[in-house]
């Protein structure tokens, strides 16, 4: 064999353990951002659901090689919100996420959309320069 031989082999090889670390760490950076989410839950304070949308929305992207590769979101293990957000001056009268009979008037302006749709289009339209 010659050295174009022995090179073009050693190319292989090296693309193949690239791939093989790659998805490995795709593997780990998954599994982080499933904790990730958890511990949000876990964790989370000072505030009601009132809708369901805030602790349906927490989300984690994954970007590799400069690529949107992966998302996940709480709502995507729970029950989903009652209703869409909230916006000013707009009144919610009923029963909450967490069964509770509430009332309450929107005070800020939103998007009037659900809270995982906003996670979900804010990480696809991050842009990661490479």
Same mark, same amino acid.
Do not use: H, W
């Given at each position: 064999m010659d050295n174009r031989s022995n090179d073009i082999l050693f190319d292989e090889g090296m693309k193949k353990a690239k791939e093989l670390v790659s998805g490995y760490i795709? !593997?780990? @950076?998954?599994? *982080? *951002?499933?904790? @990730?989410i958890q511990d949000a839950l876990d964790n989370k304070s000072g505030f009601?659901? @009132?809708?369901g949308n805030t602790i349906t929305s927490y989300a984690c992207g994954l970007f590799m090689d400069g690529r949107?590769?992966?998302f996940v979101c709480s709502g !995507?293990?729970?029950?989903?919100?009652v209703r869409?957000? @909230?916006?000013?001056?707009?009144t919610f009268v009923?029963?909450?996420?967490?069964n509770q009979s509430r009332r309450?008037?929107?005070?800020?302006?939103? !998007?009037?959309?659900?809270?995982?749709?906003?996670?979900? !289009?804010?990480?696809?339209? =991050? =842009?990661i320069g490479l």
């Amino acid at each position: 064999m010659d050295n174009r031989s022995n090179d073009i082999l050693f190319d292989e090889g090296m693309k193949k353990a690239k791939e093989l670390v790659s998805g490995y760490i795709f !593997d780990v @950076l998954i599994k *982080c *951002c499933e904790d @990730l989410i958890q511990d949000a839950l876990d964790n989370k304070s000072g505030f009601q659901n @009132l809708t369901g949308n805030t602790i349906t929305s927490y989300a984690c992207g994954l970007f590799m090689d400069g690529r949107f590769s992966y998302f996940v979101c709480s709502g !995507d293990s729970m029950k989903q919100p009652v209703r869409v957000k @909230l916006t000013k001056g707009e009144t919610f009268v009923g029963v909450s996420y967490d069964n509770q009979s509430r009332r309450f008037t929107g005070t800020v302006e939103t !998007d009037k959309g659900y809270g995982e749709a906003f996670s979900f !289009d804010f990480l696809t339209a =991050y =842009y990661i320069g490479l």
